[in-house]
Every structure is written in structure tokens, then in C-alpha cells.
């Protein structure tokens, strides 16, 4: 892959950018981030004229880059703030984690699939992105490395994973699909107490099925 970033290319991203604007994005440092992360380098060649489509493309095992308005949408719900603790549940093409770095946030990602997790290594450090990653399953999440200031779950979960929940700080918020393959409803849970959340609902989403377990039997990895 050539690792090129083009005047035409920024050009699309701002008018991508402008289209976001115009669907309701209003955090301005989101829409920053998608305006300097190159999601042309996240696609497979054959996608990479439509890479500033309000599009979803598919990444391989099964899985998609999700599109730019969702990614948008989700990272304004989690309200990023500089050196904030994010665990990201799904790294698929590491776009999302790019721009969630972008922001400043230290990223802790979790990819199940182990094709795109050894991609993803590689990718984001010739980029100039530098997550923690790890190989296993989101369910579990990271309770080593906890608790989070905010969770990130970028597939479609049927029902709440309560692991994920008890690896939040109180303060902090989740933002997570859950429902049917059919299509999920945006929800934000914020960690009011020790075992207190409020649960607030964003709006209907179709993501790919978050799966338990991982691809193969390799064990976790940083």
C-alpha cells in the first residue's frame, strides 16, 4: 500500500466533513478529527475513490468500516476529552481508533478477528497512531487495564455485556448498539455509582453482530 494523503484527498474530506455538518454533527473536535484522518488508507483499493462517501465498506472477515456519519455520531455521544482512558471494543480497519486518537484520547483496542488484528498492527504506526492493542474477545474487555473513562463498542451487542460495564469509572459513559442483526438502537450508559447507570437511548443503527470468543485460539496480545 502507498501510504498517500493528496490535495484531492483533503479536499473530499472537507466536503465530507461540510455533509456531516449539515446531517446534525456539531462537536466541532469531532469533525476536526475526520477532516485530518485519511480514511482512504483504511480502505481495500478497490473502495478507495468512494472513501469519502457517507458510505460502509466491507474489510474483510466479515466485517465493515463503518460510515463516516456513524463514526461521527458515536465518537460526539462519547464526549472525548485530551488523555482521557478509552477502550475500544471492535478495531476492524483501526479507522475509529484513528480518530479517536486524533482527539487525543489514550486507546486501548480489542479486535477479535485475528487477520484484521496483525493488519491494524502494522496500519496505524505507519499512519502515526499508537493504541494499545489487543487480540480477544470484546465481551470481556480489559479488566487489567481498567477502569476506563470511556467504552466504545462498534458492533451490535443483543444485550448489554455487564463485563464492560463494571470496567467503567464512575463518571464515565459507554456507548453501545444493542439489538437484533436487524438493525440496534444507540445507547449511552453512564456510571453513576457503584452499581448505578443512566441509560439514555440515540437513535436506530445497523452494525455487524458483536460475536463472542475470538477467530482462532491465540491468546490475548499488546
Known amino acids: 500500500m502507498i501510504l498517500s494523503d493528496t490535495y484531492k484527498h483533503r479536499g473530499l474530506r472537507k466536503i465530507l466533513v461540510d455533509n456531516l455538518r449539515r446531517k446534525g454533527i456539531k462537536d466541532e473536535k469531532v469533525l476536526s478529527a475526520i477532516n485530518d484522518v485519511p480514511r482512504h488508507l483504511f480502505l481495500e483499493s478497490g473502495f478507495i475513490n468512494y472513501a469519502y462517501k457517507n458510505q460502509a465498506f466491507p474489510i474483510g472477515s466479515g466485517q465493515t468500516i463503518s460510515q463516516p456519519y456513524t463514526v461521527a455520531y458515536q465518537t460526539s ?9 478509552i477502550l475500544e471494543i471492535g ?14 484520547a489514550i486507546v486501548y483496542t480489542i479486535e477479535r478477528q485475528h487477520d484484521l488484528f496483525i493488519r491494524t498492527q502494522q496500519l496505524l504506526p505507519e499512519l502515526g497512531f499508537f493504541p ?9 474487555g480489559l479488566p487489567t487495564y481498567g ?3 470511556k467504552i466504545l463498542v462498534t458492533a451490535g451487542a443483543p444485550t448489554i455485556p455487564k463485563e464492560l460495564l463494571k470496567q467503567l469509572r464512575i463518571g464515565g459513559r459507554m456507548v453501545i448498539p444493542l439489538g437484533s442483526n436487524e438493525g440496534q438502537t444507540m445507547f449511552v450508559y453512564t456510571r453513576t455509582g457503584k452499581d448505578k447507570y443512566k441509560e439514555e437511548t440515540h437513535g436506530k443503527f445497523s452494525f455487524v453482530p458483536m460475536l463472542k470468543g475470538t477467530e482462532n485460539k491465540n491468546n490475548e496480545n499488546t
Do not use: N, R, W
Not at 494499545?132 to 470481556?140: A, L, Q
Open 147 to 149: 477502569p476506563f473513562d
Open 91 to 104: 478495531t476492524g480497519s483501526g479507522y475509529q481508533t484513528a480518530v479517536l486518537i486524533k482527539m487525543g
Open 132 to 140: 494499545h492493542f489487543f487480540f480477544g474477545d470484546g465481551y470481556k
Open 77 to 85: 455521544l462519547l464526549k472525548v476529552k485530551p488523555k482521557e482512558k
